[in-house]
C-alpha cells in the first residue's frame, strides 16, 4: 500500500512565524502536491512537483514556496504565517510512470495561525 | 466553466437504499476520472477510478462513465451508516499529471 505521512496532525503558530510541514512517500513515486481545503472552497492546489528539486506554482501560491531535496520528500514552507493560512494542508503522490496518475493523501496538517 | 461541478446539494439516503452521486467535467479529452471518500476531519481516500465508458463495480460501488456527456458518477448500492462522507470527484487534467477536483457531495446515510 502506498503510505503519505505528514509531519504533524495539528500545528498552532503564531502570526509571522515561518512553518515547515513536511511530507514523505514510500512509494518512489515522481509526483507530489500540497493542497489546501478551506469549508466550501474545496481542494486548492498550491504546489507540485515532478522530480527532484523541480516544483511548480499550482492555483494559489502566494505566501508559500516548497523545498524537494530527495524523491520521497516534499516540504511547504511558510515564510510569514498570517491568519487566513489558517487551514487543512494536504500532501499527496502519484506515480509519474502511471498512465492513471491516482493520487494518494497523507493524513492531513491542521494548523492554526493565532 | 470550471472544471469539475458537482452540483448537488447534502444527500440523506436511508441505510439499504441507492446513493447516487453526479459530475460533470468541462475538458472532452479528459481520459481518468476518480471518486475519493472523505470522512469528517480526515484526507481524501480514493475508493474507484475509472477511464473507459461504461460501468465499472467494485463490491457496493459502481461508477459510470459517459464521454459523450462528459459526466462521471457513482453509485452506492444498500448504504451504510458508514458510507456517510463527503465524496469528491476527481479528473486528471489534460497534459500534465495534475487532478481537478469538485467540492464534493455530501452523503447521510440514515438508520
Known amino acids: 500500500d502506498v503510505k503519505v505521512t505528514q509531519s504533524s496532525r495539528y500545528l498552532v503558530k503564531r502570526t509571522g512565524e515561518k512553518v515547515f510541514l513536511e511530507c514523505v512517500q514510500d512509494?518512489?513515486?515522481?509526483?507530489m502536491f500540497w493542497y489546501r481545503q478551506d469549508p466550501g472552497l474545496g481542494l486548492r492546489l498550491i504546489y507540485f512537483?515532478?522530480?527532484?528539486?523541480?516544483?511548480e506554482k499550482g492555483d494559489i501560491p502566494e505566501g508559500y514556496s516548497v523545498s524537494r531535496e530527495k524523491k520521497e520528500r516534499f516540504s511547504l514552507i511558510l515564510e510569514s504565517a498570517s491568519t487566513n493560512q489558517t487551514s487543512m494542508y494536504l500532501c499527496?503522490?502519484?506515480?509519474?510512470?502511471?498512465?492513471?496518475?491516482?493520487?494518494?493523501f497523507g493524513p492531513g496538517t491542521r494548523l492554526t495561525v493565532l | 466553466q470550471k472544471e469539475v461541478e458537482q452540483n448537488s446539494g447534502p444527500l440523506s439516503v436511508p441505510e439499504g437504499a441507492i446513493a447516487s452521486l453526479n459530475c460533470t467535467y468541462s475538458?472532452?479529452?479528459?481520459?481518468?476520472f476518480f471518486w475519493y471518500r472523505q470522512y469528517s476531519g480526515k484526507s481524501p481516500e480514493l475508493i474507484m477510478s475509472?477511464?473507459?465508458?461504461g460501468d465499472k463495480e467494485d463490491g457496493r460501488f459502481t461508477a459510470q462513465l459517459n464521454k459523450a456527456s462528459q459526466y462521471v458518477s457513482l453509485l452506492i448500492r444498500d448504504s451504510q451508516p458508514s458510507d456517510s462522507a463527503t465524496y469528491l470527484c476527481?479528473?486528471?487534467?489534460?497534459?500534465?499529471?495534475?487532478?481537478?477536483f469538485g467540492k464534493g457531495n455530501q452523503v447521510v446515510v440514515i438508520p
Open positions: 512537483s515532478y522530480d527532484v528539486k523541480m516544483k
Open positions: 476527481a479528473v486528471r487534467v489534460r497534459g500534465n499529471n495534475r487532478l481537478a
Open positions: 499527496a503522490s502519484s506515480d509519474g510512470g502511471s498512465t492513471e496518475n491516482e493520487q494518494f
Open positions: 475509472i477511464y473507459s465508458n
Open positions: 512509494m518512489d513515486h515522481e509526483n
Open positions: 475538458d472532452r479529452v479528459s481520459q481518468s
